[in-house]
């Protein structure tokens, strides 16, 4: 029974890596109706930014409100400069544009800061969490920061007027330009705060992983794989999702023998799989009714 | 606050080729083809085997366009079925001493059958979460290959090493030009084919489809069946594809059939135009030559400057070749009338 | 002075015999890639992609053979080194490989990094009769002269190293419970093996858990708490070194507190302990082959001086804590010996023969008392190392050199 308690308990700490970044993923999903290859190489990139910061001198709070600024900015200024020109190509071609974006920062950021790992502070400390060894202090504030995400996220969509003009410029664009939306400024701010929230699950998944490069990888698999689990239209789903796909993934690790661990990655794909072909938007998406 | 989908206002996921222009003219292709089969004649080995490859990989390319460009289903899964090509290949060369040229449709029919069931559960998924359920079968493919329980027939992670044909009837040719020309020969006989579906009676209801699924099932088209008919049929030639490519590179290996190979192929669809099938030769090449070029240009960076070539080709030609060979034709008609 | 007699025709034929000798001494013997004045050596690394922490090596080597040149170039010919990323993918290395040989027409390949890529490789070269020297890659396939006379590897196995460990661990702790992390490639296979074999029939009763991982996988601290559970007090971790850092970190933070042995390749002080804590890794084990340049205490060695020296004025860029760096630098050295001693027969064949012959040969940046050693037989040039355990912020090596071949 300690094993297994345990392994559910390394499985939500290795979930809240995959719930920060699902949140960014459901962020630019709102935005454009697709995934973000580059958005992990974005969080990365940030994340180095910061680092970058407090090699100069900056405190680490500092530092982290200075790079969620520029990260907002950034990703306006990607939008604008990259895809604003191909909103009228085709969606594939858009795809291909992404993986054009995250080749170009993952190739830069390598070579400014080289591949050697490095180590990222954290302002919650390493030290046992309730006095349990398995979840740290730093990854409780991790989980901490991902609610408090959730909970802006929540706020921002349901109350307030730019939020909704957000929700009605992705879902029915045309709709939202008869009634005065400026959809595209609203795809431009999608990516700003899908940006921001990168450079968040960055900065907070970096100490738990070691800075580097190529850091993201693994990382954005699982969060997109989190998110669609927890439904694209929503960001408590994603949260969910992410910690579902830690524990289910450490389990099948432990219990199913022989392959378990080999094909872990495999194995949580094909349990999402498995959930959208039951329920196809996810467990807390919205349903999308098709009308010709 | 609307969760429905206008399905008539919706731009199209992929956008829709017209049978037209699904090919080259019957001149075009001519000289394309004689241009092929020349080559060996004038260039040295290594340049046969880099047009071996481009082959290859145009082949693998054709197979997405016919998923995805044909029948609409997003795919970002091919490099498994390429996988199990190559590795059918492999073994049946190497640890059954079957002939290399029969491998090759079994290598088709088996990948046809791992497309078909895979095509079940991906029916209810479309766009994104199609796009996830294909990354998903891509990324443990590798890992699939790399299990104990397989390892005494794909040779683990040390992978397979598989011996090239030497040219059959004791003919003067080298291996690599023989291999050039048995590969060519196979790519043609498959666009032809390709080309004959899209055609068809198949071929339209992939396109029906595609252009807009609810409407095709209302008309009577069993949407079930083309749609993992699709997904067969692009694996199949993906498999083909990749038990060449195991006979080219004289290797196999669980590494060389990672995710950047599916992203790779659908880096060539676009490059060569989304449905567009000549283009994939197009795309083919995009993607072989231009990682050596930016490695020419910068070795540390050869990454971004791939990413910026990329772009500079999606902004200037957004619908890929086919665009260039629209406008080409175009610019020709015009100067005919002149 | 008139020459007569006998003596006189004897002196004329010593000396028409001498300068014909010495013209059959002085022949040259080329393949191609080598000319009088040149020497064209074709590598392949992983510039980019998942491994292209690697490209550093290539690019040291790159900085090397601009020192040798500015220096005067091997017996006076000047070295053209043309290196070509992978990617790490076997399908372009092959490529790459068929473009320095048939196109470029290189002398040789030397250090081609990774070894699904090597595999790739080795039956073309050989069959080409193409040296692939100096593999970069710790698989024990490359020391295999009767099959792949062409193909030598550089560094010590993977068994090797794995096997000294066992040995270790058979004379310190026979009776320790060992849970082996290990990294799901050729890589981690090959240690778990060397490990096992090393151990002999005691490996099942020793061996209480094994876990692999995948590089995909963005952190391994999950695997560490699984084996926690095996109640284990030694940690074997075959890891490269991200995963390393990740295994020292969270094993201190779960207090578990077995002997923990890591693999050579993540032994860095700058890339691995420093990340994960020095605090963390008190105690740690593993063992080394060449010098750490974050070490000071070879600041003083004649042999690091002259690396650091080449770093200054010709790799500015290159970092001294970067192991990749030091590698690089100690490989290029040993293929300008091997270049050397072939003289003026820059044929593949001398080139092979000259490999297999290294004597002794000490380049800077090994350790004291490791020397490279080859023979027709023998196609490991360095089989052996030296334990260390981590204190304070630095290895410290004990013990003696120790070498991994099987029944020593």
């Known amino acids: 029974m300690e094993l297994f308690t345990n392994q559910i308990l390394a499985g939500i700490s290795t979930g809240a890596i995959y719930a920060c970044m699902a949140l960014a993923v459901v962020m630019i999903y709102q935005a454009i109706d697709h995934l973000n290859f580059a958005q992990g190489e974005m969080a990365m990139f940030s994340t180095f930014i910061s680092w970058q910061l407090m090699q100069w001198g900056v405190p680490y709070w500092g530092a982290f409100i200075l790079t969620l600024a520029f990260s907002f900015a950034g990703g306006i200024a990607i939008e604008r400069l990259l895809f604003k020109p191909l909103a009228k190509a085709p969606i594939l071609t858009n795809v291909a544009g992404f993986i054009a974006l995250y080749a170009i920062i993952n190739s830069v950021a390598g070579l400014i800061w080289d591949f050697t790992i490095k180590q990222y502070p954290t302002p919650f400390g390493s030290s046992p969490f309730l006095g349990s060894q398995l979840i740290s202090t730093h990854q409780a504030g991790m989980i901490g920061v991902t609610l408090l995400m959730l909970l802006f996220l929540y706020f921002f969509f349901q109350f307030t007027r730019v939020g909704l003009a957000m929700r009605a410029a992705a879902s029915l664009p045309e709709s939202a330009r008869l009634v005065g939306i400026n959809t595209s400024w609203m795809i431009a701010l999608g990516w700003g705060m899908a940006a921001a929230i990168g450079s968040v699950a960055g900065m907070m998944i970096a100490p738990v992983v070691f800075l580097e490069p190529n850091m993201m990888l693994g990382v954005l698999i699982y969060g997109f794989a989190a998110a669609v689990l927890g439904g694209l239209t929503s960001p408590f789903g994603a949260v969910i999702g992410g910690f579902l796909v830690g524990i289910f993934e450490n389990l099948a690790g432990t219990y199913i023998p022989g392959v378990g661990n080999e094909l872990k990655l495999p194995i949580a794909l094909a349990l999402i799989i498995t959930v959208l072909v039951v329920k196809p938007a996810g467990l807390f998406g919205r349903q999308i009714v098709k009308r010709v | 606050m609307s969760a429905v989908e206008d399905v008539v206002t919706e731009a199209p996921v992929v956008e829709a080729v017209p049978k037209r222009a699904m090919t080259l003219g019957a001149g075009t292709s001519l000289v394309v083809l004689a241009l092929l089969v020349l080559v060996p004649v004038f260039a040295k080995n290594f340049i046969v085997f880099q047009m071996t490859m481009l082959l290859i990989y145009g082949l693998a390319v054709l197979a997405l366009n016919i998923l995805t460009g044909g029948s609409g289903q997003f795919s970002l899964g091919q490099s498994a079925f390429y996988a199990i090509g190559a590795y059918t290949s492999a073994i049946l060369m190497e640890q059954y001493n079957v002939n290399y040229a029969l491998t090759l449709p079994i290598a088709g029919v088996i990948c046809f059958g791992a497309g078909f069931l895979f095509g079940q559960p991906a029916l209810r998924l479309s766009g994104v979460y199609l796009a996830l359920a294909t990354f998903a079968l891509a990324t443990a493919m590798p890992q699939l290959l790399k299990l104990n329980f397989f390892e005494k027939w794909t040779g683990g992670v040390q992978g397979l090493v598989v011996t090239k044909p030497d040219a059959p009837f004791g003919l003067h040719l080298s291996q690599d030009a023989w291999l050039y020309y048995f590969t060519l020969a196979v790519v043609v006989a498959i666009y032809i084919f390709s080309v004959n579906l899209l055609r068809s009676r198949s071929g339209r209801a992939f396109m029906a489809i595609r252009d807009n699924e609810i409407a095709a099932s209302a008309m009577g088209v069993d949407v079930a069946l083309y749609k993992t008919l699709a997904f067969g049929v692009s694996a199949g030639i993906t498999g083909v594809a990749g038990g060449l490519g195991a006979i080219a590179v004289q290797f196999v290996a669980p590494d060389s059939y990672t995710i950047q190979l599916a992203i790779s192929l659908f880096l060539g669809m676009v490059v060569g135009g989304v449905g567009w099938l000549p283009g994939s030769i197009v795309g083919s090449a995009f993607i072989i030559f231009v990682p050596n070029i930016a490695e020419g240009v910068s070795k540390g960076l050869s990454g971004a400057v791939f990413g910026v070539l990329l772009f500079l080709v999606i902004f200037l030609v957004p619908h890929g070749a086919r665009q260039v060979a629209v406008v080409s034709q175009q610019l020709l008609g015009k100067l005919r009338k002149m | ?408």
């Not at chain 3, 006189?8 to 000798?21: D, F, H, M, R």
């Open chain 3, 1 to 408: 002075m008139r020459c007569g007699g006998v003596l006189c025709v004897a002196a004329l034929a010593a000396t028409v015999l001498a300068i014909s000798a010495d013209g059959a001494r002085a022949q040259k013997k080329y393949d191609p890639g080598a000319t009088d004045t040149d020497i064209k050596i074709g590598n392949i690394m992983p510039y980019s992609g998942p491994a292209s922490g690697y490209g550093v090596i290539g690019m040291t080597e790159q900085a090397y053979f601009r020192k040798i040149n500015a220096e005067g170039g091997i017996n006076g010919r000047k070295v053209t080194f043309l290196s070509y990323d992978d990617g790490y993918n076997p399908a372009r290395a092959v490529e790459q490989a068929r473009k320095l040989v048939e196109s470029d027409e290189v002398l040789l390949i030397f250090n081609p990094l990774g070894t699904p890529s090597n595999s790739a490789l080795q039956k073309y070269l050989n069959d080409k009769k193409v040296p692939q020297l100096f593999v970069a890659s710790g698989a024990a396939r490359w020391n295999d002269p009767k099959h792949f006379p062409w193909t030598m590897g550089w560094q010590p196995s993977y068994q090797s190293e794995a096997r000294i460990y066992a040995d270790y661990l058979l004379k310190e702790k026979p009776n320790g419970k060992i849970a082996v992390l290990y990294q799901n490639d050729d890589f981690g296979k090959d240690y778990l093996k060397g490990l096992k074999d090393g151990l002999g029939a005691k490996a099942s009763s020793m061996i209480v858990a094994e876990d692999s991982y995948e590089t995909s996988e963005p952190t391994i601290d999950d695997h560490v708490v699984r084996l926690k559970e095996s109640g284990a007090d030694v940690f074997v971790s075959i890891t490269t070194p991200k995963f390393a850092a990740q295994a020292i970190k969270r094993r201190a933070e779960i207090d578990w507190k077995p002997l923990q042995i890591i693999a050579n390749v993540s032994a860095s002080v700058g890339a691995v302990m420093l990340p994960a804590g020095f605090e963390n890794a008190q105690g740690v084990l593993s063992a080394a082959f060449a010098k750490d340049g974050a070490d000071p205490q070879w600041d003083d060695d004649p042999g690091m001086k002259k690396f650091l020296d080449f770093l200054r004025k010709y790799d500015p860029g290159g970092n001294r804590l970067d192991a990749a760096t030091v590698y690089g630098y100690g490989a290029a050295q040993t293929l300008v010996q091997v270049l050397t001693q072939c003289g003026d027969d820059l044929t593949r064949e001398n080139i092979m023969k000259q490999a297999a012959n290294l004597k002794d040969f000490m380049p800077d940046t090994l350790l004291p008392g490791i020397k490279i050693n080859t023979s027709p037989t023998d196609f490991a040039p360095i089989d052996q190392l030296q334990l260390m355990r981590f204190k304070g912020q630095k290895w410290e090596l004990f013990g003696d050199i120790m070498s991994g071949k099987p029944g020593h």
